[in-house]
């Protein structure tokens, strides 16, 4: 065993004979920053969070330790903990060598939280010049940058964060040699939060847009259908299946000619648009799951079975989460601005969602950054309509949404539906 490692030690480490020799005495010691290899093609490990990892506590608050019983990989995790008053929590590595392209990247970690609703701010930050300039990955900011809404009590859960997630400073991050790691509580007490591998992923090399719309309103027939159709863009319709053929609700011929024709997948949103974070209809949720999928399949709607939207985007139970995967292959909520490819986690895909007060500049924009990021970028839309488009019942301005649509086109990104990304880029 002490050859073989010796042997791959020599390899990477011909002309640094200093660093070998480091290497040799310490078994257990994080050589991320030693390992790592800006080839365009390949993961770029920044740290696994082994010994010797290199992170310090630079702010007096907190607390920072190597947490030995709780990890996903290797044998321990980075903890930081808050005092519980406010006051941010920071710690930092500096001086990484070599220094780190994040260009063209994503970052991906994970990560676990002890309580997610005490947290009003966590980020990891990152500089080439000392902080003098600075990019930063929001992870969570006061509930404006959700994706830690997505997570967990107590649990460890995969997190990716695009640039597109970033603060857009114009900063080199082509050379990166410094990071921080920055987490304040809400002064309503203390709340931990452990770190475990942080990494660097290829970006898919080109945006994807996919269009999703909810709960069946017949609106998307008779409105967003033409407008889509004007340049063959297809889309998912997740639909409550004990709706359809109701009053002002999408027909099955209707659903059968959005498939067929138009090539849309008809995807389940369960038999009753049930909450599935409601401990209170536990006794319902298998079957809520398994007959709405057994419906699309009974009546042909294969296309789009096998994926789902989870009612009101909850999905805060252990019991209703496993039954999703049991029939299942991904799942879709209505939070977290962009998806990265590939998913952090294709049970809880994440999304821009529509309302009534998006305007067509705000999905413009973040088309422009999936382009340039390589982003999936799911919109949610529910019924369109020709006016008085408000949230009650979830509608959009078909005005607005044409010139979405119209702005989509002429940007020129691919545009998939959901069955269509699993298929040909996640499975």
Known sequence: MLKKKSVILIFIGIGM?????????????????????????SEVKISGFEKNHGFFKESIAGNLEDDLLEFVNGKQSLKITTNGDGEEVIIKKDNILPKIDFDERFLKTWI???DVKKISGLKISISGDNFDSFKTYW????????????FRNNQWN?????????????????????ISISLEDKSTGSVSVWFDELSLEKNYD?????????DAPDTQYTNALPILAKYDFSATSYVPTNWIDKSDRLSTNELKELQDVYGWDVSAHTLNHIDLSNSKYEDQFEKELYQSKQF????????????????????????????VKKYYKTARGVIGDTETLPVADQYRLRVMYISNFTEPIDVSKRVQDAIENGDWLIL???????????????????????????????????VMTISEVYNKILN
Request: charge should be negative; avoid cysteine.
């Open 17 to 41: 004979i200093s660093s070998l020799v480091v290497i040799v005495g310490f078994e257990n010691t994080d050589f991320s920053s030693i390992l790592i290899e800006n080839n365009p093609k």
């Open 112 to 114: 676990k939280i002890s």
């Open 139 to 150: 992870i969570h900011k006061n509930n404006t940058s959700p994706s830690a809404i997505n």
């Open 158 to 178: 995969p997190l990716t964060i695009s640039l597109t997630q970033t603060d857009h400073n114009a900063v080199n991050i082509s050379s990166i040699d410094s």
């Open 206 to 214: 080109k945006g994807i847009l996919t269009f999703t719309f909810d």
């Open 296 to 323: 699309l399949l009974d009546n042909g709607f294969k296309k789009g079975a096998d994926h789902f939207a989870y009612p009101f985007g909850t999905f805060d139970n252990d019991f209703s989460m496993q039954l």
């Open 380 to 414: 949610v839309f529910h019924g369109i309509v020709e006016s008085n488009a408000n949230d009650r019942h979830a509608t959009y301005l078909k005005s607005d949404f044409e010139q979405i649509v119209d702005g989509i086109y002429s940007k020129g990104i691919q």
